[in-house]
């Protein structure tokens, strides 16, 4: 079944918006947050929500149609790998022991998972 990626993504951007919008006013004092709003601080969060969304959610889309979601589920699972990567090469940063066990056995599992020829 083939869904339109553009739709999907604009159906998914509402969504949020409104979840966001609704969840700030529930959970945040209001006075609190527009006394703390800069515009270079709204324009990086919607440069960010538009890369994420926009591209990331249409890319995650079309995927879906092209190889499927559970093939599609596994190359997302792998998402701790690449983060640690650009975390390191771009940030130095450096994670701890567990954290990189952890994220062994995540991506050596997502491997078993996707190999499995039950």
Known sequence: MNVNAFFHTFFLMMISTLFMIISTIILEDIKHITLNLTLQGI????????????????????SQNRIGASRTSALVGTAPFFATLIGYLFFQEVLSF?????????????????NNKD
Not at 56 to 62: K, R, S, V
Not at 102 to 113: A, D, E, S
């Open 43 to 62: 324009f990086y969060f919607a440069v960010a929500g538009m890369i994420h969304f926009v591209l990331g959610w249409t890319l995650l889309t079309i």
């Open 98 to 114: 567990l954290t990189i066990i952890g994220i062994i056995l995540v991506v050596i599992g997502i491997y078993i998972v996707t």
